[in-house]
């Protein structure tokens, strides 16, 4: 089996970080309180859905930021090996 390169470690380092972070933003508790009264119904419909279009922001967010942070390691891999290819003795 082929020893993995520092680069191959940070690699799956930053992508098992952005696969927490997605879980941990997905599985986010609630905290909206239930009331008796209408208006403790209506407000915990406002609190559900505020708590909701949050949790879609930062979803969105982390996964636009996933998506960079793999563009980056992309490029660097891409340059890593044309270096190595041009280094190369033949």
């Known amino acids: 089996m082929r020893k993995l390169s520092w680069f ?8 098992i970080f952005f696969a927490v972070i997605m879980i941990a933003v997905f599985s986010s508790g609630e905290s909206c309180v239930t009331y008796d009264s209408i208006e403790g119904v209506v407000a915990e ?11 879609l922001f930062l979803f969105m967010t982390v996964g636009f930021f996933w998506a960079v942070t793999n563009l980056v390691l992309g490029i ?4 890593r090996r ?8 033949g």
Do not use: G, H, L, M
Not at 47 to 55: G, N, P, Q, R
């Open 45 to 55: 419909v406002i609190c559900d859905t505020a708590e909701e279009i949050i949790a």
């Open 82 to 89: 044309k270096k190595r290819a041009n280094n190369s003795p």
């Open 8 to 15: 191959a470690w940070i690699v799956i380092a930053v992508q």
């Open 76 to 79: 660097i891999a891409v340059r």
